[in-house]
């Protein structure tokens, strides 16, 4: 008798009935499922999977904080799931998102630039057509591109439907109903996400193929109370966490059903966090602190490790997709400012010192003014570099942190280090600064009123009515 008895090859056949029944009574969330899986494997077969004709899938949590998650410390189960997919390949420990709203977010992943480079900072801005985008790379390498997604800040007319075969907002299932704080404003939950993932999962047969979700359940606090933290806010926040938890579940036991464990790479990442008033402010896109930045990246890969591999080097979201085509033997995006982690990875994976640059300093942007188009560019700007962490809001005032000892950043040492302050300013100027790339600036859009009222479902006021200089979109 196996020693896990959910190791255990059960016929396919059986394993589908099981897990429809299991879906039925709730019992999905927390069940892993195991065969077909993975073979075990190691570090030194890493370098091997970019001779392999291996899929790709990215499983966007939008909101996702990642010190609200069991494998990096929290005492509450709530992500069961991505904790069991972290145990079994790579996690990186500090990860920080390069802004607090998504579209400047999922702009600088999708590049691999900083904000300050592409500078898609405002409501109206596009990406231009001139840029190349991530799944552009794969599309040309071959594979079969299919985006899912719910939030309206990534559409395709922000310039985000680039390099895509499919790329779809999911009709709302009207017969998705359920309660929480913010789902009446966004209507459905993200199982309008993982139904069509499924069924694209069950019909892809063998041709290769990278499948993104944009999961927004965390976003809009969705629940489906299966566990109960509290009523509080920040409560119902973990629910929400638990909730999208188990839907990535049911794209991975789908893929165990399918075979295709075994030859695709799995990230899960975020694009931002959420406060909880820790500095004020319940949300995000208002400022840069950790609640807000520090973000998930989850790796796994066609084996199973032994051992977590665990990065625990400071890096950021403008690596992932570097990493990612690193890994699959994929060409570079063109002028990247992110770089491939792998061999952060593999140090890791000998326990060698990882071979990353203290001082090399990461950035966050956001543009406090993003939806108010009749007011200046307001940017705020942080800096991290030798474990200090600088908030530089504008000209308007400094704050500074040890990231290494205070990372609730709490106690604000500006005024007791004004030589560290007036480094770290330098270095925020001069990223400012940044050439934009030969693809230029962004282009911009007026917002129609079917966008408006998507936007507006997001939480976000917005009068589309008003003249296009004038229209206001505040958070």
């Known amino acids: 008798m196996p ?20 879906i039925g009574v709730g019992l999905y969330q927390t069940i892993e499922f195991r065969g077909p899986d993975r073979p075990m494997g190691s570090y030194e077969q890493l370098a091997e999977i970019k001779d392999r004709d291996v899929n790709l899938v990215v499983i966007m949590v939008d909101t996702l904080r990642a010190d609200r998650l069991s494998s990096w410390g929290y005492e509450r189960e709530t992500s069961p799931v991505m904790d069991a997919l972290a145990a079994s390949g790579i ?8 802004s607090t709203w998504t579209k400047t977010s999922m702009a600088s992943i999708f590049t691999a630039t900083y904000p300050a480079k592409n500078k898609v900072t405002r409501f109206n ?18 594979f079969r591109t299919v985006g899912i997604w719910r939030n309206g800040w990534i559409a ?66 969705v629940y489906d109370g299966a566990v109960d933290f ?45 406060g909880f008033l820790e500095h004020g402010h319940e949300g995000h896109a208002a400022n840069l602190y950790r609640e807000t930045t520090h973000v998930p990246f989850i790796l796994t890969l066609p084996f199973r490790l032994n051992e977590p591999i665990v990065v625990e080097s400071p890096v950021e979201n403008v690596d992932i997709m570097p990493t990612l085509f690193d890994l699959l033997g994929l060409p570079d995006l063109p002028e990247a400012d992110g770089e491939s982690l792998m061999p952060l990875v593999e140090a890791a994976a000998r326990g060698e010192a990882e071979p990353s640059d203290p001082t090399e300093p990461r950035f966050a942007f956001l543009d406090k003014a993003w939806g108010r188009p009749n007011e200046d560019p307001r940017a705020f700007l942080l800096v991290e570099k030798d474990g200090y962490r600088l908030h530089d809001y504008a000209g308007a005032g400094v704050h500074l942190y040890d990231a290494n000892e205070d990372y ?11 030589e560290r302050v007036k480094a770290l300013r330098t270095l925020a100027r001069e990223h400012l600064q940044t050439p934009a790339p030969s693809w230029g600036g962004p282009g911009w859009v007026a917002i129609d009123d079917m966008e408006a009222a998507q936007l507006r479902a997001l939480g976000y006021a917005f009068d589309p009515h008003a003249p296009p200089a004038k229209r206001k979109l505040e958070p």
């Open 230 to 274: 509290g009523r509080g806010y920040s409560d119902i926040y973990d629910q929400s966490v638990h909730w999208v938890d188990a839907n990535i579940g049911s794209v991975v036991a789908v893929l165990q059903q399918q075979g295709l464990m075994k030859n695709t790479v799995l990230a899960i990442i975020s694009d931002h966090g959420e």
């Open 91 to 98: 996690r990186f420990a500090n990860n920080m998102s390069q």
């Open 408 to 418: 609730a950043e709490g106690a604000d040492l500006a005024e007791s280090d004004p």
């Open 3 to 22: 020693e896990d008895p959910l190791e255990m090859e059960l016929p396919r056949p059986l394993l589908g009935l099981l897990f429809l029944a299991l």
């Open 125 to 142: 801005h596009v990406i231009p057509r001139g840029a190349t985008l991530a799944p552009e790379i794969l599309q040309d390498a071959g």
């Open 156 to 221: 395709a007319s922000f310039g985000f439907d680039q390099g895509w075969d499919f790329y779809v907002k999911p009709n709302r299932d009207l017969h998705d109903q359920i309660e929480n704080p913010s789902s009446i404003k966004l209507g459905g939950t993200d199982q309008a996400v993982t139904n069509p993932a499924l069924q694209f999962l069950r019909s892809v047969g063998d041709e290769r193929f990278f499948l993104y979700l944009h999961y927004m359940d965390a976003h809009q606090y």
